[in-house]
């Protein structure tokens, strides 16, 4: 059984841990980003339709700011930041079924005009003519400039990497540099897989961009047998 090497910030890293291990997986939990709060000011409620949560850490870190929006509908991703969004107090929490794009589609569609979207200092600008997309960063996630002794040794064991984001999968590719031809990655989306970029041994997609099947993904990476 290779190891699993989770690479996403907490408390996330520890729930897809525990997942792994009830599938009878071997997680090895190396964070690359560590994720603050940052200050910010709200705009008036008024003014927005809805609320966009592209990840569960704008509903984590962003505060007591977020309080008067909380009878806004909220959109969200996935079922993480569903989650986070109903523990925050959102009374009306409406998930995606896809990316960022597929859920201004699917909000374009329900007749939202005008959204307020809480996220992270770094963010994918995501478009969609006629929505007007307000963005205020409330978090930011701090990366990390080394791999852990932890994640060198479950590489050397030959672990399957574990990208949930874009952003993750491009620090560690520069983390690795050249040295990444024997790694296999287990990524969320094409978004991610494309993020990570060329070199790895190889680069499986999960069914769908949830942690879910990201693990049923993983599962089968690890059981492959030893070089």
Same mark, same amino acid.
């Given at each position: 059984?290779?190891?699993?090497?989770?690479?996403?910030? #907490?408390?996330?890293?520890?729930?897809?841990?525990?997942?792994?291990?009830?599938?009878?997986?071997?997680?090895?939990?190396?964070?690359?980003?560590?994720?603050?709060?940052?200050?910010?000011?709200?705009?008036?409620?008024?003014?927005?339709? +809805?609320?966009?949560?592209?990840?569960?850490?704008?509903?984590?870190?962003?505060?007591?700011?977020?309080?008067?929006?909380?009878?806004?509908?909220?959109?969200?991703?996935?079922?993480?930041?569903?989650?986070?969004?109903?523990?925050?107090?959102?009374?009306?929490?409406?998930?995606?079924?896809?990316?960022?794009?597929?859920?201004?589609?699917?909000?374009?569609?329900?007749?939202?005009?005008?959204?307020?979207?809480?996220?992270?200092?770094?963010?994918?600008?995501?478009?969609?003519?006629?929505?007007?997309?307000?963005?205020?960063?409330?978090? #930011?996630?701090?990366?990390?400039?080394?791999?852990?002794?932890?994640?060198? +040794?479950?590489?050397?064991?030959?672990?399957?990497?574990?990208?949930?984001?874009?952003?993750?999968?491009?620090?560690?590719?520069?983390?690795?540099?050249?040295?990444?031809?024997?790694?296999?990655?287990?990524?969320?989306?094409?978004?991610?897989?494309?993020?990570?970029?060329?070199?790895?041994?190889?680069?499986?997609?999960?069914? +769908?961009?949830?942690?879910?099947?990201?693990?049923?993904?993983?599962?089968?990476?690890?059981?492959?047998?030893?070089?």
């Amino acid at each position: 059984m290779r190891p699993l090497l989770i690479l996403r910030p #907490e408390p996330g890293a520890g729930e897809t841990a525990a997942r792994a291990r009830a599938l009878g997986l071997e997680p090895v939990i190396t964070p690359l980003f560590e994720v603050r709060p940052i200050a910010w000011s709200a705009p008036e409620p008024v003014a927005y339709d +809805a609320v966009m949560l592209t990840s569960a850490n704008a509903a984590r870190h962003g505060g007591d700011g977020l309080s008067p929006f909380l009878t806004l509908p909220c959109w969200t991703v996935g079922e993480a930041s569903a989650e986070e969004a109903v523990a925050r107090g959102f009374a009306d929490v409406r998930t995606g079924l896809g990316d960022g794009a597929a859920l201004l589609d699917t909000m374009a569609e329900a007749g939202v005009r005008a959204i307020f979207h809480p996220c992270g200092l770094d963010h994918l600008p995501l478009a969609h003519p006629p929505l007007r997309i307000d963005r205020i960063a409330v978090y #930011e996630a701090q990366a990390t400039q080394l791999l852990s002794p932890a994640a060198l +040794a479950a590489l050397d064991a030959g672990a399957v990497a574990l990208l949930h984001s874009p952003r993750a999968a491009r620090q560690f590719a520069s983390l690795l540099g050249k040295c990444r031809a024997e790694v296999r990655i287990a990524a969320l989306s094409e978004a991610v897989a494309q993020a990570a970029g060329d070199g790895w041994r190889s680069v499986a997609v999960a069914e +769908a961009p949830r942690d879910a099947a990201l693990l049923e993904l993983a599962a089968k990476l690890c059981q492959t047998p030893p070089d």
